[in-house]
C-alpha cells in the first residue's frame, strides 16, 4: 500500500519520515509509508521539479540538517478518493507553489494516484502529475523527478541499480530475503537517473542542495547505480519536459513497486507499462464512408477526439505521418485508397483505424467478351457501379439503354465499343468503356464426312460438308492438311483420319472419317 498526499510527497505527509517520527517526539509521519508483504520500505518520497540549478521546488529533504523537509508545495485542492472504473482505487488532488517560496519556477500540479487489488496489478501503484505552466512566460527545459530513500532492512546494506530496458530504477538488501522497492518513469519522456550512496557522487546525507537535485536530474544517467557496502543509499528518476509554453501542460507518470525479488520486481514493471498505457490509450476513431466524385475533394473528419494523426501505408507495410489535426483534406482523388487514423487525445494514440476512401466510378461486368451471331449469344451487361442510381448504356451499334442490367443482341459481325455513364444520387458521373467483338459464330459447325470404303490401292480423296474450311488430321492427330478437301493417296489397309471445320473464330470437335 501507499499513502497519497496533498503536498507533494509520497507515503509520510508531515515534515518527517515514520522514522523519524518514531524516535523524536512530536513529531508526525502523516502517512502510512509504502509497504508491502508488511514491511515498512520507505524512509522518505516525493515530487521535485527543477527549471535550473536556483529555481526548484519540491518537498523532500532540504540543505538543512536532521533531513528536514522543504514544503514548497501547498494544497489547492486536497487529495480524495475518486470513482475511475479502469481502477481499484484512485485519488486525485490539485497543488501549487508556496507564494512565500522565493524560488519559485510557476507551477500548479493536478496528481493521480491509481491502484489495483489483484494480480498482477497488485505490486504497483501509479502516480501522475500533470504540470501547468503558470509562470507567465515559456519554460525551455523543465525536470520532473521522484526521489526515493527507501528502508530495505538495514539500510547499511541497501544497493541501488537501474533497468534501463524498463526505465527502472530500484533498491535491495542482499544480505537477506528482504523484498525489492523501485520507481518506474511510465510517460514517454527520456529517464534520468541519479544513485545516490555515501561513498561518491553527490552526497544528500549532509543536506541536499537545489544545485545538487538540479545536477542529478539533469545529467543523463551519470550514476545508475551504488556503491558496495555504502551505508544509506537513495535515488532520484527524473524526465525532461522541454518548451513548455506559458499555460501549457505535460504529464509525468511513475510507477512505485514493490515485490519480493529482481524476476517478481520486472514482471511488476511490465505490468504496470502495460495498464498505463492502457488507460491512457485514446480511443478508436470512427470514420463515416468517404465517397467523391473522381477528380473531387473529399475531407476525412473522424470522431470522436480533438486531435488525429492521418498515415498512409509504405510498401514495406509500415505507416507513413501525413498530418496531424482535427481532419483531413485530400484534392484531386482520382483513385480509391486506404489511409490510416489514430486519436491522439490522450498520452497514447489510438490503434490506427482504415479509412476508404472511394471515388465514385463507372464499372460494369459482361457475361463474355465475344459472341457468335449464329450461336445466338446475347451480351449481359451488370452495372458495378456501387451507390449509382441512374444509368446510360451504348451499345456501339446506334442502341441504347437506361436500364441498370440490360441484355442485348448484335445483328452484325464486328467490333463494337460498350460504354456506361453511371450517376449517383450526389450528382457524381463517371464513363466507362469495354470492347466487345462479335463474329458470325463463336464455334465452327462439325463438318459432315461420309465413310469411304475402297479396294486396296485405290487413291482416296476426302470432301466434307456443312462448312467453307477445313483442317485434316491423321490417326494420330497430327494436322496433315486445311482446305476443302483432303487427297489421302493409295489406301492399303483401314485407315482412320480426323476432320475440323474453321469457319469460326474457335475450331470445331473433330470427326472421325474411317477409310476401310
Not at 212 to 236: C, I, N, Q, W, Y
Not at 308 to 322: A, E, H, I, T
Not at 488 to 510: C, K, Q, W
Request: aromatic residues 10%.
Amino acid at each position: 500500500g501507499l499513502t497519497a498526499t496533498s503536498n507533494g510527497r509520497i507515503g509520510f505527509a508531515g515534515d518527517y519520515s515514520f522514522w523519524n517520527a518514531g524516535i523524536v517526539p512530536n513529531r508526525q509521519a502523516l502517512g502510512n509509508g509504502v509497504r508491502f508483504g508488511g514491511r515498512q520500505l520507505l524512509f522518505e518520497a516525493g515530487l521535485v521539479l527543477a527549471a535550473d540549478s536556483s529555481r526548484v521546488s519540491d518537498g523532500v529533504r532540504g540543505d538543512g540538517p536532521q533531513y528536514r523537509r522543504n514544503q514548497h508545495f501547498v494544497s489547492v485542492r486536497n487529495v480524495a478518493s475518486q470513482n475511475y472504473p479502469p481502477t481499484d482505487a484512485s485519488a486525485a488532488g490539485l497543488f501549487r507553489e508556496d507564494w512565500y517560496h522565493w524560488n519559485r519556477i510557476g507551477l500548479e500540479v493536478e496528481h493521480q494516484t491509481y491502484a489495483w487489488r489483484n494480480a498482477p496489478n497488485d505490486r504497483f501503484v501509479i502516480v501522475e502529475y500533470k504540470i501547468r505552466n503558470r509562470s507567465g512566460s515559456a519554460l525551455d527545459s523543465l525536470f520532473a523527478g521522484l526521489f526515493a530513500d527507501w528502508e530495505i532492512g538495514t539500510r547499511q546494506n541497501n544497493q541501488a541499480d537501474w533497468d534501463a530496458t524498463r526505465r527502472l530504477g530500484y533498491v535491495h538488501n542482499p544480505t537477506g530475503s528482504f523484498p525489492y522497492a523501485g520507481v518506474q518513469l511510465l510517460t514517454t519522456q527520456t529517464p534520468r537517473h541519479y544513485a545516490f550512496d555515501t561513498q561518491g557522487g553527490i552526497n544528500i546525507f549532509d543536506g541536499f542542495t537545489a544545485a545538487e537535485k538540479f545536477r542529478a536530474m539533469s545529467g543523463g544517467t551519470p550514476r545508475t547505480r551504488t556503491t558496495s557496502g555504502a551505508d544509506d543509499v537513495a535515488h532520484l528518476l527524473a524526465a525532461r519536459i522541454q518548451n513548455l509554453a506559458d499555460g501549457d501542460s505535460a504529464i509525468v507518470a511513475f510507477a512505485v513497486l514493490g515485490a519480493g525479488s529482481l524476476p517478481e520486481l520486472q514482471a511488476a514493471a511490465d505490468a504496470a507499462r502495460q495498464k498505463f498505457v492502457e488507460i491512457n490509450r485514446s480511443p478508436r476513431p470512427v470514420v463515416p464512408r468517404v465517397q467523391t466524385c473522381r477528380g473531387g475533394r473529399v475531407m476525412i473528419a473522424p470522431t470522436p477526439g480533438r486531435t488525429f494523426r492521418f498515415y498512409q501505408k509504405q510498401p514495406d507495410g509500415n505507416l507513413q505521418p501525413l498530418s496531424a489535426g482535427r481532419e483531413l483534406t485530400l484534392e484531386n482523388v482520382k483513385n480509391d485508397t486506404t489511409l490510416f487514423v489514430t486519436n491522439a487525445d490522450s498520452l497514447f494514440e489510438s490503434e490506427p483505424v482504415p479509412v476508404r476512401v472511394e471515388v465514385f466510378g463507372a464499372r460494369f461486368d459482361t457475361s463474355k467478351d465475344s459472341l457468335g451471331i449464329a450461336d445466338g449469344d446475347v451480351l449481359q451487361l451488370s452495372s458495378q457501379s456501387e451507390t449509382a442510381v441512374r444509368w446510360q448504356w451504348d451499345f456501339g451499334d446506334g442502341k441504347t439503354s437506361d436500364e441498370q442490367n440490360p441484355a442485348h443482341t448484335y445483328a452484325e459481325a464486328g467490333v463494337y465499343e460498350v460504354s456506361l455513364i453511371a450517376e449517383n444520387a450526389e450528382g457524381c458521373r463517371d464513363t466507362t468503356v469495354r470492347t466487345v467483338r462479335v463474329f458470325p459464330g463463336i464455334l465452327s459447325p462439325p463438318p459432315v464426312v461420309q465413310p469411304v470404303t475402297v479396294c486396296a490401292g485405290d487413291s482416296v480423296a476426302i470432301v466434307p460438308s456443312n462448312a467453307s474450311a477445313y483442317r485434316f488430321y491423321n490417326q494420330n492427330q497430327q494436322r496433315i492438311g486445311e482446305g476443302t478437301r483432303h487427297n489421302a493417296g493409295r489406301i492399303y489397309r483401314d485407315t482412320t483420319f480426323y476432320v475440323t471445320s474453321t469457319d469460326f473464330l474457335v475450331e470445331s470437335v473433330p470427326v472421325e472419317v474411317r477409310i476401310t
